[in-house]
């Protein structure tokens, strides 16, 4: 008889899954993104908890049916598609953008206000702080017990804190929203919601946290599915609080800095002119914390996944992402977020259209003749907008630019719904049914 989880087990599991969202991203880009909204707060956060809150949870939901990892969701799009999708997405959150970031950011903001600013405190600190991920990433085993059990509650205690002070004592009052915010401040939130990398995150977080349940000797499958939404329920639950909390912070900061600062800066000055030193130190520790859970979470990701698909250790993979992952943190925030922007505005449409297929066609006979051209089309879109995005090209023609919302990196949505209906015609057409 299988072993089932107590409810301490099983809430232990929802904070480790928190904790492995909550990272660079997450903290810094809802302060900046409510500071640009103003008055259009709401709006603005709406639209950033669906990329970056209800997109994640269905990621997760999507993955447990399907066994928790992303090699079985990609698998009606063909082996050689599949493993093409999922090694881009497993770089683009490991070792070149989301991981080094996590250190760059604690840095910023935990580290850099206390010493000298420089390319070798930076170095120094990035060396200590992949060594204490790379320690805990190399015993995937106990991620529940170190993370959801101690590392957590630390965290949740000073972000409670830094919540209630910024509903509580608000630095100043809501301004009014910058240009973009003003006309289309849900779509704004939307496409910020792509930069937290959450999506991409939960493609890879799922096998991490199938990889816990079992190693509490959870076998039964139909338990695993059943843990993985619950934790991925308070995950979510957690993150919109966290989420909504710093936005506030973010509009109601306006007094304190410069429009188009970074969210580190803005939670540096609130809390500096809220609670001094003290309250700097306290927002290092957090920082840190939850950047430092993301990285471990990611890079055991990659060391799932990697160690199965090459014939190398997990323990190489660990070793190797994490010192490159090092070597990359030390290129500094700025250069970090430009690079990685265009890779996010080709790829989240692939994510999104990629998880939504997945639970749409759950059911389906033959689900790979709808994902296929569905996937195909987005991949064109992806390509056109990632370019974009890049300032390689400025159009990519009169009838593409003319799509609704192509102005917003959001054209493929209505090409990609014309190809699904086409699709299922066409298999209804050839079949008589779309069903098993």
């Known amino acids: 008889m299988t072993k089932q989880l107590t409810p301490i087990d099983v809430l232990a599991l929802g904070f480790m899954t928190f904790a492995l969202f909550l990272g660079a991203g997450n903290v810094i880009f809802p302060p900046s993104a409510g500071l640009a909204a103003g008055e259009n707060i709401w709006p603005t956060a709406f639209g950033f908890l669906i990329t970056a809150v209800g997109l994640p949870l269905l990621t997760l939901i999507a993955l447990a049916r399907v066994g928790g990892g992303l090699v079985q969701l990609t698998g009606p799009l063909g082996r050689v598609a599949g493993v093409l999708l999922s090694v881009l997405v497993y770089l683009a959150i490991g070792p070149l953008f989301a991981t080094p970031r996590t250190a760059v950011v604690s840095y910023q903001i935990g580290v850099a206000p206390f010493v000298q600013d420089s390319w070798l405190a930076l170095l120094g600190y990035s060396v200590v702080y992949f060594s204490v991920v790379i320690f805990l990433a190399l015993k995937p085993g106990q991620l529940v017990d170190r993370i959801g059990k101690y590392i957590t509650p630390v965290l949740l205690s000073g972000l409670f804190l830094l919540g209630i002070a910024a509903l509580l004592f608000p630095a100043g ?129 990659c060391g799932e996944y990697f160690s ?129």
């Open 173 to 301: 009052e809501v301004h009014a929203p910058t240009e973009q915010y003003r006309s289309a401040p849900l779509i704004q939130g939307f496409l910020q919601g792509y930069l937290t990398m959450d999506t991409l995150g939960a493609l890879v977080f799922g096998i991490v946290i199938t990889t816990a349940i079992r190693d509490r000797q959870v076998s039964e499958n139909r338990l695993i599915t059943r843990y993985t939404v619950l934790a991925a329920v308070i995950a979510a639950a957690g993150l919109s609080m966290v989420y909504l909390a710093l936005f506030y912070l973010g509009a109601t900061s306006g007094a304190l800095v410069e429009s188009g600062v970074n969210g580190g800066q803005i939670l540096a000055s609130y809390v500096q002119h809220r609670f001094g030193t003290a309250g700097s130190a306290l927002l290092a520790l957090v920082i840190i914390l939850a950047c430092m859970t993301t990285a471990v979470g990611l890079l055991t990701a």
């Open 308 to 436: 199965r698909l090459l014939p190398v250790s997990y323990q190489l993979v660990v070793w190797v992402f994490g010192l490159f992952s090092m070597a990359v943190a030390n290129q500094g925030l700025d250069s970090l977020i430009s690079f990685s922007i265009p890779v996010l505005v080709g790829l989240y449409p692939l994510a999104i259209v990629l998880v939504s297929m997945s639970l749409l066609c759950a059911s389906m006979a033959r689900p790979q003749n709808l994902m296929r051209p569905a996937m195909l089309v987005t991949l064109v879109f992806g390509v056109i907008d990632g370019l974009k995005a890049a300032g390689l090209i400025s159009s990519a023609g009169a009838w593409i630019d003319a799509l609704p919302l192509s102005d917003k990196s959001l054209g493929w949505l209505l090409p990609v719904a014309v190809t699904l209906l086409a699709a299922i015609l066409v298999e209804y057409l050839r079949y008589g049914s779309l069903r098993r």
